[in-house]
C-alpha cells in the first residue's frame, strides 16, 4: 500500500545556527499535517571534540550547549502532533542530552515521550585501543574518536516507534535516510532510494544554505527578506526523489541556483558521495521548479556502500595564539607591515602567519607567498593580523605580549589591539570494518 | 568575431566545501548558453593557475552537464584543513570568489547581468 509522503523539515545547519529556526518549520509541518519529522544538525567534525572536552569536566554536560533553545520552543508541538524529532545533538553524551528531553517534556506535560538513543559511534574507549592504535599510531591517546554510523539504527529506532532519536555522531544526511528508509520500509541494499534520501538529507542537512542563506551576492543573486531567511522542508518520495520547499511565511528563495549550490557542496566525484549508507551518484541527477520555492530533485541513483566506516579522532594539538593591530590614513599600509616585521623579529621562535587585512588575507597562505608576491600599495585602512602554533602555552602568550606592546613601541597611530589564546585540536582519520562498529539503539526513560 | 573579457562571475555563481585538506569549488552557470563558455576556459589549468600560491597537489574538474555546472576538487591547499590551518578562514569559505574572479572570453554581443568588463 502507498504511504503518505513523509516531510521532513531541517530546523538547524550547524551548532550556532539560529535556535529560533526550528519553530516556523515545525509550524508549516504542523499545518500541512501527514507523517513528518524534524530534522536537526548540529555536529559539525569539531564540535563532537569540544563536547567531549566538556563532558571530562562534567559526565552531564557534552551534548549541544543550544539544545534547551532549540527544543524547548517545539517540543510539545511536536508530540502533540506527531512531528517526530531526530537530530545528532547528542554529540558526545548523548544519553544526557536524551534525559534533559525528558525533563522538558514533563515540564510540558508529556508524562511518556518515546525517546532513543543511538549507540556506537564512540570509539574512545578501551574496547577500541587497539583498533585505534593500529590505524592511527599509538603515540597519542585521541580526546574523541567516533565512528560515522549511517541510517540503520536511526531506522530501527524509528520503527519501534520513537518520537525522538537523539544520536551523536552519524553522517549528516543520514538523519534524514534512517526515517525515510523506515517509513517506506526500503532495505538496505535498495542504493538507488537510499542515493537519493542521501541527497536530498544533504540537501537539507546545512539548514538555510539550501534556501537563500549563504548564497547572497548583492546585484547578481540577490535573496528576498533575507534576515528572516526560512529553513527547508522536503517532501521525500517513496522512491527517495524529494521535492525541497521551505517553511511558510519566511523570507528567502528555493531555486535552481540555491539547490544546486547546496547540492554540489562538499561533494567530491559526483559519481561517488560516500556515505555509510550508500555510494550516491548524482551525475546523472537533474533539478526543476516545481512551484514557487519549490524545486524537485531527480534522476540520483545509487550503488553499494563503502564496505569500511570512516572514523574521526581528535588530539590535543597546542595553542593557537592570534593579534591584531589597525592603522588607517597616509601610510596605513607601510606601518602595517612594519609592526609585521617587528614582530618578525622579536619572535624568531614562532613562524608567524602574516595578513594584511584590507590588502590580502583570506586568499593567502600561511607560507606568506601570495603577500610576499604583492607588491606594496597604499592601502589607507589595514589591520595587521597575526597568527601562530605553538606546543608550550607560554610561547603562545609571548605573541600576544608582543602584538599589545606595539601600541607604544610599534609604528605610530596603530589601535584596536585585541588578542586570543585558544587551545588547539589536530585531527586525523581511518577506516575500520563495520563490524568492529556496534550500532544500535537504547530507550531513556 | 570581437570578444571582450568579464570575470567569471558574470556568467556563474558558486560555492566552497572543505573536507579535510582539500576543497571543492562548484561553478554553476547562470543561463545555459554560457556552459559551452565555461567549459572552454574554466579549466583544471585556468583554476590550478590562480592556485598556484597554495601548492594543490591536484586539481580535477568534475562535469554535470544536466546542471550545466561544473565542481572543482582541490587536493592539499587548505594549509592542513580546519584543524591546522592559520587562516582567518581556515575551511577556505571564501575560496569561490577567487575563481569567481577568473577572467573569461566572451563574444561582444553576450549579454550578461551587467554587462560591463572587469
Known amino acids: ?445 | 568575431m570581437a570578444a571582450r573579457t568579464v570575470p567569471l562571475r558574470e556568467l556563474a555563481h558558486g560555492r566552497t566545501g572543505d573536507k579535510g585538506n582539500r576543497s571543492n569549488i562548484s561553478v554553476i552557470a547562470r543561463r545555459e548558453e554560457y556552459w559551452p563558455l565555461l567549459v572552454a576556459q574554466v579549466t583544471e589549468e585556468a583554476v590550478a593557475g590562480i592556485f598556484a600560491h597554495r601548492r594543490p597537489s591536484k586539481v580535477a574538474r568534475y562535469l554535470l552537464p544536466n546542471l550545466q555546472a561544473m565542481n572543482f576538487v582541490l587536493d592539499d591547499v587548505l594549509d592542513g584543513g580546519v584543524n591546522d590551518s592559520l587562516n582567518l578562514d581556515s575551511h577556505g569559505k571564501s575560496l569561490a570568489f577567487l575563481v569567481l574572479d577568473l577572467p573569461v572570453q566572451v563574444p561582444e554581443d553576450l549579454e550578461t547581468p551587467t554587462g560591463g568588463d572587469p
Open chain 1, 1 to 445: 500500500m502507498a504511504r503518505q509522503p513523509l516531510l521532513i523539515g531541517c530546523g538547524a545547519g550547524f551548532s550556532g545556527d539560529r535556535p529560533d529556526a526550528p519553530e516556523a518549520v515545525v509550524a508549516t509541518l504542523s499545518a500541512r499535517g501527514g507523517p513528518a519529522c524534524l530534522m536537526l544538525e548540529t555536529l559539525a567534525e569539531r564540535t563532537l571534540a569540544l563536547a567531549q572536552l566538556r563532558r571530562r569536566e562534567d559526565p552531564q554536560a557534552g551534548y549541544e550547549p543550544l539544545l534547551d533553545r532549540l527544543v524547548g520552543p517545539v517540543l510539545a508541538e511536536c508530540l502533540g502532533n506527531g512531528i517526530r524529532i531526530v537530530s545528532n545533538f547528542g554529540a558526545a553524551n548523548p544519553t544526557a542530552a536524551a534525559r534533559r528531553i525528558d525533563e522538558i517534556a514533563r515540564i510540558e506535560g508529556f508524562t511518556n515521550p518515546r525517546i532513543a538513543v543511538v549507540t556506537g559511534d564512540d570509539l574512545s574507549g578501551p574496547a577500541h585501543h587497539a583498533l585505534l592504535a593500529e590505524r592511527l599510531g599509538e603515540a597519542r591517546h585521541p580526546v574523541s574518536a567516533n565512528a560515522y554510523l549511517g541510517a540503520e539504527p536511526i531506522a530501527a529506532a524509528w520503527d519501534a516507534g520513537a518520537e525522538i532519536i537523539v544520536t551523536g555522531r552519524v553522517a549528516d544526511p543520514s538523519l534524514a535516510v534512517g526515517p525515510a528508509m523506515a517509513h517506506y520500509g526500503w532495505s538496505a541494499s535498495d542504493w538507488d532510494r537510499l542515493g537519493r534520501a542521501t541527497m536530498a538529507g544533504h540537501l537539507l542537512e546545512c539548514g538555510a544554505q539550501v534556501t537563500g542563506g549563504y548564497f547572497a551576492d548583492p546585484g547578481y543573486k540577490d535573496v528576498p527578506d533575507i534576515a528572516n531567511v526560512g529553513f527547508p522542508i522536503a517532501e521525500v518520495s517513496q522512491d527517495g526523489d524529494c521535492i525541497i520547499g521551505k517553511a511558510d511565511r519566511t523570507g528567502g528563495c528555493v531555486t535552481l541556483a540555491t539547490v544546486k549550490e547546496q547540492l554540489l557542496y562538499e561533494v567530491h566525484d559526483p559519481a561517488a558521495y560516500l556515505t555509510p549508507d550508500v555510494t550516491a551518484d548524482i551525475t546523472q541527477a537533474q533539478v526543476t521548479q516545481a512551484g514557487t520555492d519549490l524545486v524537485a530533485l531527480t534522476g540520483v541513483r545509487g550503488h553499494e556502500r563503502p564496505a569500511t566506516l570512516k572514523v574521526t579522532a581528535f588530539y590535543e594539538g597546542g595553542w593557537l595564539a592570534e593579534g591584531g593591530i589597525s592603522y588607517a590614513g597616509p601610510g596605513a599600509e607601510a606601518r602595517a607591515r612594519l609592526a609585521a616585521e617587528i614582530l618578525a623579529k622579536r619572535l624568531p621562535e614562532l613562524k608567524l602567519r602574516i595578513d594584511l587585512i584590507g590588502v590580502t588575507s583570506l586568499f593567502a597562505d600561511d607560507a606568506g607567498r601570495l603577500l610576499a608576491a604583492k607588491v606594496p600599495s597604499d592601502a589607507r585602512d589595514v589591520r595587521l593580523r597575526v597568527a601562530a602554533r605553538h606546543d608550550q602555552k607560554e610561547a603562545a602568550e609571548r605573541l600576544a605580549q608582543e602584538v599589545t606592546a606595539l601600541y607604544t613601541c610599534g609604528p605610530a597611530g596603530g589601535g584596536g589591539v585585541r588578542t586570543a589564546i585558544r587551545p588547539r585540536l589536530s585531527t586525523a582519520s581511518c577506516f575500520v570494518p563495520r563490524e568492529a562498529v556496534k550500532a544500535g539503539f537504547e530507550w531513556v526513560d
